[in-house]
């Protein structure tokens, strides 16, 4: 991954403009550009509210280089082994300067020396062009040629000069040293990318070579929240606990199964009081949404907001901090709420994917199909629109899963019943 130096570049523009507004310019950008795919743009989403977060920590609501290196010291103390999170503020920061038109924050430092040989560099030039005409996008191009680069560097570094030469245990020792530099999240993509390098350089990557790098996942079984556990929140919701935007944010997610992303970013226009619905682009997908605001659930929002909801802040965000300065939540904030909820309830959290907001979505999915209504109907009401996604929630359709199962074999029952 490119490195970017210590050196910081704070423009006066930069410095003037509060850090909700560069964050509100940059959200424009991010989303406006075709270059980006909804992944990076939640990634970026993500970085949005851990700034807000920062900022509030460190007391300041505008950029200052004390502030800066203190937010990048402290991105690289949550990961010491990796650098990824304090080279994410950093592009962060430079967005920022996009946005106003000022130079880079931080500067990129040239990788001198990364591929030696004319050979290495030629093969690199050809595999990009090979991209391009299959219309690759720039940023997948950029990826399969940093993977592509690193991998040249270290054949060189291990006095490979061959390609053709390449071995499962070079490969190997390759994955390893990198895992060294990159995040796990960016080592998902490299035996991938490898294999197409290696394809297109004429090595045969076969099956046997990637076997230890591309095993099949066995995927588990999508796992809802048990009926127990939601009657228990319904029952922290009509108690006696004086939190409202807890019993809110609880109430939004059994009755409509929103992400906590949705939740927290949900605007005070984005609810039409008239109408009983409420209204928001999915952060995820990028689509719009509507969903019912049901009486139970508009009551919470309006004891919140009448109530507990910190007066005269400017703020559109229905949830807010309890404290000054006074921003919108970050979406961990509705684990914790309902980890709270649930033990308040004498329900031991555990981490086994039963106790999250996902989890709910999925209980809500699981009450519905229970009462007749088709699963993809039940999880295109959550926001689903991919057809693999959807596909997942037939799990939770257990009436029908067993009208499908086949007969064990004959031959077969008394070795899996001595099991």
């Known amino acids: 991954?490119?490195?970017l130096s210590d050196s910081i570049c704070l423009s006066n523009e930069l410095m003037r403009t509060p850090i909700p507004e560069l964050v509100e310019m940059a959200r424009k950008l991010v989303?406006?550009?075709?270059?980006y795919s909804q992944?990076?743009?939640?990634?970026?989403?993500?970085?949005?509210?851990?700034?807000?977060?920062?900022?509030?920590?460190?007391?300041?609501?505008?950029?200052?280089?004390?502030?800066?290196?203190?937010?990048?010291?402290?991105?690289?103390?949550?990961?010491?082994r990796l650098t990824n999170s304090s080279v994410q503020r950093k592009r962060l920061l430079n967005l920022f300067a996009s946005t106003v038109h000022s130079p880079p924050v931080f500067s990129y430092e040239k990788r001198t020396g990364l591929v030696r040989s004319e050979s290495a560099k030629e093969s690199v030039r050809a595999f990009a062009q090979h991209l391009i005409k299959q219309n690759k996008s720039k940023e997948t191009i950029k990826?399969?040629?940093?993977?592509?680069?690193?991998?040249?560097?270290?054949?060189?570094?291990?006095?490979?000069?061959?390609?053709?030469?390449?071995?499962?245990?070079?490969?190997?020792?390759?994955i390893k040293e990198l895992g060294t530099k990159w995040s796990p999240r960016s080592m998902r993509i490299v035996p991938s990318h490898l294999k197409t390098y290696l394809d297109y350089s004429g090595v045969n990557a076969d099956a046997m070579l990637f076997s230890n790098l591309l095993a099949p996942k066995k995927s588990q079984p999508v796992r809802a929240m048990s009926n127990e556990n939601v009657e228990a929140l319904w029952k922290?919701?009509?108690?006696?606990?004086?939190d409202l935007r807890a019993?809110?944010?609880?109430?939004?997610?059994?009755?409509?199964?929103?992400?906590?992303?949705?939740?927290?970013?949900?605007?005070?226009?984005?609810?039409d009081w008239r109408n009983d619905t409420v209204g928001f682009i999915q952060s995820k997908?990028?689509?719009?949404?509507?969903?019912?605001?049901?009486?139970?659930?508009?009551?919470?929002?309006?004891?919140?907001?009448?109530?507990?909801?910190?007066?005269?802040?400017?703020?559109?965000?229905?949830?807010?901090?309890?404290?000054?300065?006074?921003?919108?939540?970050?979406?961990?904030?509705?684990?914790?709420?309902?980890?709270?909820?649930?033990?308040?309830?004498?329900?031991a959290f555990v981490a086994d994917k039963l106790h999250c907001p996902r989890a709910v979505r999925r209980s809500l999915v699981s009450r519905m199909i229970a009462k007749g209504v088709p699963a993809q109907k039940a999880a295109a009401s959550i926001g689903h629109v991919d057809e693999k996604s959807v596909d997942l929630y037939t799990e939770l359709d257990i009436e029908k899963m067993k009208s499908v199962c086949l007969p064990i074999p004959t031959s077969m029952r008394g070795w899996v019943w001595a099991q």
Not at 31 to 35: K, L, M
Not at 148 to 174: C, P, Q, W
Not at 247 to 270: E, N, Q, S
Not at 305 to 329: D, S
């Open 1 to 3: 991954m490119p490195r």
């Open 143 to 174: 990826s399969y040629l940093q993977t592509a680069n690193n991998f040249l560097h270290y054949l060189e570094k291990n006095e490979v000069k061959d390609i053709t030469d390449t071995s499962a245990n070079i490969i190997r020792g390759f």
């Open 247 to 271: 019993k809110a944010i609880v109430i939004i997610m059994l009755v409509t199964g929103m992400r906590p992303v949705d939740i927290t970013g949900l605007r005070l226009d984005d609810i």
């Open 31 to 35: 989303e406006s550009g075709r270059q």
């Open 285 to 347: 997908t990028g689509e719009y949404m509507s969903v019912k605001l049901f009486p139970a659930m508009g009551s919470a929002i309006v004891r919140y907001i009448t109530e507990q909801r910190p007066k005269g802040t400017g703020e559109k965000h229905v949830f807010l901090t309890k404290k000054a300065p006074y921003r919108k939540l970050s979406p961990s904030c509705c684990n914790r709420i309902l980890r709270v909820a649930l033990e308040e309830m004498g329900i």
């Open 236 to 242: 922290y919701i009509d108690g006696d606990n004086g």
């Open 39 to 80: 992944r990076t743009i939640y990634h970026y989403i993500e970085n949005f509210n851990d700034l807000h977060r920062s900022s509030a920590l460190f007391g300041t609501e505008k950029l200052t280089e004390e502030f800066i290196a203190w937010y990048i010291e402290e991105g690289k103390s949550r990961s010491p």
